[in-house]
């Protein structure tokens, strides 16, 4: 990020010329890997663009970019975060970032400012920073301004919380926490492999099932039947267990997905199972036409949320939003982590609160997160259809969050399977998509396929 930082500070300088002979950019690069020539041609670039502003604003008294190429011990650094006015860290990609930590312990005067990108590693702590995108040159510029131009009152006000966290939260207590949450982990390992459907369990799940003169399988699609992001048509060995399943007098089958109601009914026509696509908005019984789960639903909340969407995937590369025809979601799982991250935290803060108001939902996936109707779920599907008949046998299996309205229903008897996720009301949890496949196999004695 060290050049986007130069051609901010080059920009500002252009753009408020009164700061000049008024501020002075001490740039510290460290030397790193400086034998691999991509590093090599950076640094190029560095001192080039130095050199340039250097050229371009300065004069005989007054240096803008003083360019340090070397490490500095612990006692020069001190002392430089001592004089500094205003810490400018934006790396496009970071870890722990401990620099904007040390600056703000170092400034005994408890003033100091802190700008920071939001991919840095301090930036979900220091709230109290100015948050900047540290592709933009031009947000990175007035940041500077408006750091140089606040009030002595404010930055002591915006310095004094992050100084009390840093005082409490020393590094004592940080590996208290992270011991703390490793046994954590280490416990919820514990407890998902006691939850895994093992061999009793399927034992359990196939003697209920044949012995049942009613069945109700309830099956998500995507992430659960096929892989996620492999929506799309069954493959020949899914549709063979489907159709037999499907097949067999005693069995109601229920596809219960998020997908529209086009390719759900492509899919599946030839197959004899109810579909409720888009997460319940549509029904189709086997044999019957598609009709909607609620009538005359209000689409008006689409209007203030697309806005919010829009923004986000513009400032998210590699994320995009789609729209159904009730429901809005945003997806994120070709993005940088770190980045994805901060935008959920900022996505859900500002849904937070909507929901109500709006008459909408939002839930966060796997790598979504979905806003759809108050009025429609999978639960409210599932529930009309528990009504209608007394079922000896109930196998619910999903994916996603939305499945966990379903689980939340089902009666006391029934079996619930989640896959992939621990967090989970379900009985018992399944790794991939494939064991729900052999699962599924297994109740209707179809031998293994050589691909699973």
Known sequence: GIPSRLKAFRMFLSRYPRWKEHITLILIAAPSRTQVHTYRELRQEIEQMVGLINGEHGGVGWTPVQYFFR?????????LYHLADILLVTPFRDGMNLVA??????RRDRAGLVILSETTGAASEFNEALIVNSNDVDGIAEALHRALSMPESERA?????????????????????????LMHVCTM???RWAKKLGESGRESIYAAYHAARFRLLILDYGGTLVRLGDATAPDGELYRILAELAGDGRN???IVDGGDRGSMAAWFDKINVDIAAEHG???REKGKRWIPLVANLADEWKETIKPILELQTDRTPASYFTESRHALAW??????PELAKVRVSELEEELQGMDERLSMHHYEDTRTIEIRETAISKARVVSHRLSRRHYGFVLAIGNDSSDED?????????YSVRVGDDHTAARFLLDSSQDVRRLLRGLVSMPCSSEL
């Open 157 to 181: 006000e915006r310095a004094q919380p992050i100084r009390r966290r840093l005082e409490r939260y020393d590094v004592g207590r940080w590996a208290q926490e992270y011991l703390h949450q």
């Open 101 to 106: 930590k040390e600056y703000m312990a170092a």
């Open 406 to 414: 379903v689980f939340a229903i089902l009666p006391e008897d029934a």
């Open 281 to 283: 908005a549509w029904v």
């Open 331 to 336: 997806h994120y799982e070709r993005c940088v």
């Open 71 to 79: 490490s500095f011990g612990y006692f020069e650094l001190t002392a």
């Open 252 to 254: 109601d089958i229920m």
């Open 189 to 191: 390992r514990d407890k």
